[in-house]
Nanobody
């Protein structure tokens, strides 16, 4: 059974950092796209970043490029999202998802091709 469990969210001041984790079980990361999405109150879901573990390719939304870094650890079957220089507008529930979809399309059409989702972790950026 495929499961994704996010962790690492919390309250951080503007300019601070957090590292989110997405622990996967029931499948191996190598052959799937893993992506992070977020949804702020009253807003639509937004693609944040995605990774193809097999070839190491990574993709980012324009709003987070240069501040966020996605990475994967095959040994731990976990994907991370390192978030630096956080801004108030990064406040949202962050979800990880996986599927056989294209990692770019998953971001530009949020969630397309993603078959399994975690329950999310809340990130609040506030002073």
């Amino acid at each position: 059974q495929v499961q994704l469990v996010e962790s690492g969210g919390g309250l951080v001041q503007p300019g601070g950092s957090l590292r989110l984790s997405c622990a996967a079980s029931g499948f191996t990361l190598d052959y799937h796209t893993i992506a992070w999405f977020r949804q702020a109150p009253g807003k639509e879901r937004e693609g944040v970043s995605s990774i193809n573990i097999g070839d190491g390719s990574t993709y980012y939304a324009v709003s987070v490029k240069g501040r966020f870094t996605i990475s994967g650890d095959n040994a731990k079957n976990t994907v991370y999202l390192q978030m630096n220089n956080l801004k108030a507008e990064d406040t949202a529930v962050y979800y990880c998802a996986t599927g056989s979809g294209d990692p770019i399309v998953a971001l530009t059409h949020p969630g397309y091709g993603m078959d399994y989702w975690g329950k999310g972790t809340l990130v609040t950026v506030s002073s």
